[in-house]
């Protein structure tokens, strides 16, 4: 079935350092979502791509959709301690099943 | 404000005990979904209802029910079946089409112990 790896699973920056997060599917995409969780909090939509090479920019963070729509990238530049938490992808299945698959998160701590 | 609201925050039951989470939501949307998150996994998804007097098994239905006979509220009860129920249960709603086409809403998650 359809899987959604992504890495690292933690990474430790210091304030200001860049941090990029990874995810890639077993299959193509239709598109995929990017979703922050605060510690002890719950997910907050981040973005949604769509289309092959896409790349979108929010402030400090850039979203990537690869070409083959099996995988995508999270950048965030010059990390600021509000960064902390986890950042999760979610593909959603471009057969038959429209299932929308969560990767296993990346966890950001930062220190200042 | 519109939101989605989970209760309890903290929820401890025996085992051998069915337990009922709690999701209302007043965004008036019409797709509402349960997921579980344990540590170092991603959301699986446990039931999803598109519409009020329906519901769909998602990846980890065993061990658990829903109903849907309102469209604010989309309650999950957690069997004495389900082998592992100790977790972090998150609801959420989509305003339109599904999860997956459009940006899931969560709640502040229920996190259940089950000793």
């Known amino acids: 079935g359809q899987q959604v790896m992504q890495i690292p699973q933690y990474q430790h920056v210091q304030e200001g350092e860049d941090f990029t997060t990874y995810c890639n599917s077993s299959?193509?995409?239709?598109?995929i979502q990017w979703y922050k969780q605060r510690p002890g909090g719950h997910p907050v939509f981040l973005i949604q791509?769509?289309?092959?090479?896409e790349v979108k920019k929010q402030k400090r963070l850039t979203f990537q959709f690869g070409e083959a729509k099996k995988n995508s990238s999270l950048h965030i530049t010059a990390t600021q301690t509000t960064d902390v938490g986890t950042y999760f992808c979610?593909?959603?299945?471009?057969?038959?099943?429209?299932?929308?698959?969560f990767g296993t998160g990346t966890l950001l701590a930062v220190q200042p | 404000d519109g939101g989605i609201t989970q209760s309890p925050k903290y929820l401890f039951r025996k085992e051998g005990q069915n337990v009922t989470l709690s999701c209302e939501q007043n965004?008036?949307?019409?797709?509402m979904y349960w997921y579980r998150q344990d540590p170092g996994q991603g959301l699986r998804l446990i039931y999803y209802?598109?519409?009020?007097?329906?519901?769909q098994k998602g990846d980890i239905a065993e061990g658990y029910s829903v109903s849907r006979e309102k469209k604010e509220s989309f309650p999950l009860t957690v069997t004495s079946a389900q082998k592992n129920p100790t977790a972090f249960y998150l609801c959420?709603?989509?305003?339109?089409?599904?999860?997956?086409?459009?940006?899931?809403?969560f709640g502040n998650g229920t996190r259940l112990t089950v000793t």
């Open positions: 791509l769509v289309k092959s090479g």
């Open positions: 965004l008036n949307h019409d797709a």
């Open positions: 209802s598109q519409i009020v007097n329906d519901f």
């Open positions: 979610a593909g959603l299945g471009s057969d038959a099943t429209n299932k929308l698959i």
């Open positions: 299959t193509t995409l239709s598109n």
């Open positions: 959420a709603s989509v305003r339109q089409g599904t999860a997956g086409n459009s940006p899931l809403h």
